[in-house]
């Protein structure tokens, strides 16, 4: 297959029709993210935006994005201690920094007196969850960021709306919003790729050569779901793009309760009981 200009396809998309070679491929993704910002009101130009990179292709193509479309950013990675994957992430983060010529910001777990190796294997994910919400806060927070920009993908949304649906937990749909605004001592989210997918991302960082690595966390369970997401594209074009649109549409509408803020008493971020689950983590080490 041939791109419209003549060259060599390196992708092709039925949802929107079109053939792109490696050069017209960029300038299609770096298009496409550019209008979910815009359309969404993601990120704004004037935000200090906090780039959290994992090492893997989405938030590297992430990073290349808003840096090409002029963001005022700095990366920043948690090193969780996972054996060699962490090793592996570290180093790609930093190659990732090097080529885009950012500041790179890491904060190892260790230093807070524990590692994702160090907790049981049933709570590993939840732990590591809680540990990256709190730290990319803080550091934030304390560091003059007006914005943390995460990778999550279309993909990473549905799958959290269709786990949450299924347990009840109707009001957390409203985190799957593109952006959340700073609240208290929280800072402002943004989800630029949250209509992008996984295979857009790692075309763009194949096409460009944008450090990455395709190690995946250890820990991560095969998830049934992801599949049944994938299956239904197959069946249904565009049915990703369309119910990821209606889902950030549905969690604009959801009216969040009041709710009168805590503070942990050991750490003063923002919590739900006395102790945040992260204090809780490291107290237990
Ligand atoms: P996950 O929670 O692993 O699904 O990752 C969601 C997003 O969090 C990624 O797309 C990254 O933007 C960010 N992220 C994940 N792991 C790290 C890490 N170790 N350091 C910094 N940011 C991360
Ligand atoms: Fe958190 Fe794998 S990255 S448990
Ligand atoms: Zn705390």
């Known amino acids: 297959m041939k791109c419209k200009c003549g060259r060599k396809a390196v992708f092709h998309s039925k949802v929107y029709r079109i053939t792109l070679c490696d050069e017209c491929y960029p300038k299609f993704y770096i298009e496409l993210v550019r209008r979910s910002i815009k359309r969404y009101g993601i990120v704004k130009k004037s935000e200090k935006v906090l780039a959290c990179v994992s090492g893997g292709k ?12 002029g963001y005022d950013l700095e990366l920043f990675h948690i090193d969780l201690g996972i054996s060699e994957y962490s090793k592996e ?11 885009l010529d950012l500041n790179l910001n890491v904060v190892k777990l260790k230093d807070y007196g524990f590692t994702i190796d160090d907790i049981e294997r049933k709570k590993v994910c939840s732990a590591c969850g809680i540990a990256k919400r709190y730290l990319m ?7 003059g960021f ?3 920009a995460t990778a999550h993908t279309c993909e990473d949304i549905i799958l959290f709306f269709i786990k949450n649906m299924l ?22 989210k943004a989800k630029p790729l949250f209509e992008r997918t996984e295979k857009e991302n790692a075309t763009l960082v194949l096409t460009l050569n944008i450090p990455f690595t395709p190690t995946e966390c250890p820990h991560a369970p095969r998830d ?11 069946k249904k074009r565009g049915f990703k793009q369309n119910f990821v649109r209606a ?12 709710w009168k803020v805590k503070h942990c008493k050991i750490c003063g971020e923002v919590s739900n009981a006395e102790i945040c689950s992260f204090c809780k983590l490291t107290k237990r080490f």
Do not use: H, Q
Request: a negative charge.
């Open 224 to 234: 049934v779901w992801k599949e049944i997401i994938y299956d239904v594209e197959l």
């Open 167 to 188: 347990s009840g937990n109707i009001d957390y749909i409203s985190k799957l919003k593109p952006r959340i605004d700073a609240f208290d001592k929280l800072v402002a």
């Open 146 to 148: 007006d914005i943390i």
């Open 247 to 258: 889902i950030a549409k549905l969690a604009e509408s959801i009216r969040t309760e009041e």
């Open 58 to 69: 989405d938030s590297s193509a992430m990073a290349y994005a808003l840096k090409e479309l």
């Open 89 to 99: 992430s570290l180093k790609s983060v930093e190659e990732l920094a090097e080529s």
């Open 137 to 143: 806060n803080r550091f934030a927070r304390e560091r």
